[in-house]
């Protein structure tokens, strides 16, 4: 018994997205206890069970489970004797099972309350060494008839970005009357011929061991699309060289549509190609007066590092310079480099400042990008911004990551004086122009 119901199975993946988890077969079962079981010729599998009579345990629903998948099937038939101390299960299409996972939900009496308590576990069988009919031999008369619909292909993700695995779950029907075995599935993009790329070796090929009538199974399907972007049309083609005889051999065949989206992109300003007009001057605001006045006590924030060069300057001023996401994802949260030069000097002062952007949504909805502030002090003419100056973010192009540019000396004209400049003393001045 595993105490967990199967939608709450845990699957772990390599990087790769290979699965890693492989479904335990429990040796001990202590609430369900299996006593026989038997086919019948019509495919389905009957299980007997003890059930543990000094529980007092009685069932309210039990439902079979995808091995492969982890995923919850459909509820199954099943009858518990009066005295509840049996029950016997239905398992539909039951040709090529292996394992047998079984979600059950059963109410336990409370001591001296009178009422009931619920709880969900499960009942795994391990097929694989117990004999089988042989199913050819006894199958149905009548020919399946494979089918499929747009509707039974769902992507994992439904905005997945360039460079991607994607995952697909793909449900094939039998909507005949005979059983179809060794059923290949063919995914592939519209107008290609060959098979959707899977990188993973270990990844199983998508194929049914068989498919009994009225009969409906899901196979995951992985596609490393490691290039491109846009819509593509993915086709799932259902036995692709018609190797089954079936009663329509027109329904095979289904597709649908997902966009791959471009990785982000993050530029200076409002022109993806050029940071020409990124920076403007017009709506420059000077700082707060005690960051000129008394630099040493104000509080600076992430422009504390350049306590030392605010002392030395009689005003200051902020300019935002607007950050953009021209990709067609959100970009992720990035560091900013901000670069200093006096223009008399070679060596630039890289500030060691923190700065760090949240992520920015993309261009196309609606969103105008971030705004990132620049202080601007009057040593410091040329100034240089670089987002993700450690290269961390994929992003479609890194050309457009780096901003420079010069103040003009104008632009101080209209920055008000925050304190006055050191003056020499007349008496001095006197004394030098006797000299």
Not at 146 to 166: A, H, M, R, V
Not at 303 to 311: A, D, G, K, T
Not at 320 to 345: A, H, M, Q, W
Not at 366 to 376: E, M, T, Y
Request: with cysteine; net charge negative.
């Amino acid at each position: 018994l595993i105490p967990a119901r199967p939608n709450e199975g845990i699957e772990m993946f390599t990087l790769l997205g290979d699965p890693l988890f492989v479904p335990p077969i429990p040796s001990r079962l202590d609430l369900i206890i299996p006593q026989q079981i038997r086919w019948n010729e019509t495919g389905v599998l009957e299980v007997e069970a003890e059930i543990d009579s000094e529980s007092g345990a009685r069932i309210t629903e039990i439902w079979s489970v995808a091995p492969e998948t982890m995923k919850e099937r459909e509820g199954l038939d099943w009858t518990q004797s009066q005295d509840g101390s049996l029950v016997s299960i239905n398992i539909p299409n039951a040709y090529s099972l292996e394992q047998v996972w079984l979600g059950f939900r059963y109410a336990i009496p409370e001591d001296g309350t009178g009422e009931t308590k619920s709880q969900n576990s499960q009942l795994v069988l391990d097929l694989t060494e117990t004999e089988t009919p042989d199913w050819r031999e006894l199958e149905p008369e009548g020919k399946p008839n494979l089918t499929i619909s747009s509707s039974d292909i769902s992507f994992e993700n439904y905005s997945p970005k360039s460079g991607e695995s994607q995952f697909i779950s793909v449900k094939v029907h039998n909507a005949g009357n005979g059983v179809a075995w060794d059923i290949e599935v063919s995914p592939k993009v519209e107008g290609e011929d060959e098979p959707l790329l899977n990188f993973a070796d270990s990844y199983p090929p998508p194929r049914f061991v068989c498919l009994g009538p009225g009969e409906t199974r899901e196979i995951r399907i992985r596609w490393d699309h490691w290039s491109g972007v846009g819509p593509h049309t993915v086709e799932i083609v259902v036995d692709p060289e018609n190797e089954i005889e079936e009663t329509n051999e027109d329904d095979n065949r289904a597709s649908k549509t997902i966009k791959i989206l471009d990785k982000m992109d993050l530029a200076w300003g409002f022109v993806r190609d050029s940071t020409a007009g990124a920076v403007s001057f017009e709506q420059a605001i000077s700082v707060p007066h005690d960051w000129i006045v008394t630099p040493q006590t104000a509080d600076l924030g992430t422009w504390s590092p350049l306590r030392s060069y605010l002392r030395q300057v009689d005003r200051g001023a902020m300019i935002l310079v607007p950050l953009t996401n021209f990709g067609e994802i959100p970009s992720d949260t990035c560091s900013i480099e901000l670069t200093y030069k006096r223009e008399d000097e070679d060596s630039p002062f890289r500030a060691p400042l923190d700065f760090r952007v949240g992520p920015i949504d993309p261009t196309d909805t609606n969103a105008s990008g971030k705004k990132f502030p620049i202080l601007l002090l009057p040593d410091l003419d040329h100034v240089e911004i670089r987002i993700d100056p450690g290269k961390e973010l994929d992003e479609q192009t890194r050309e457009n990551n780096t901003l420079r540019f010069k103040v003009p000396s104008y632009f101080w004209d209209d920055i008000p004086t925050l304190k006055p400049k050191r003056s020499i003393p007349k008496v001095i001045e006197r004394f030098q122009s006797r000299e």
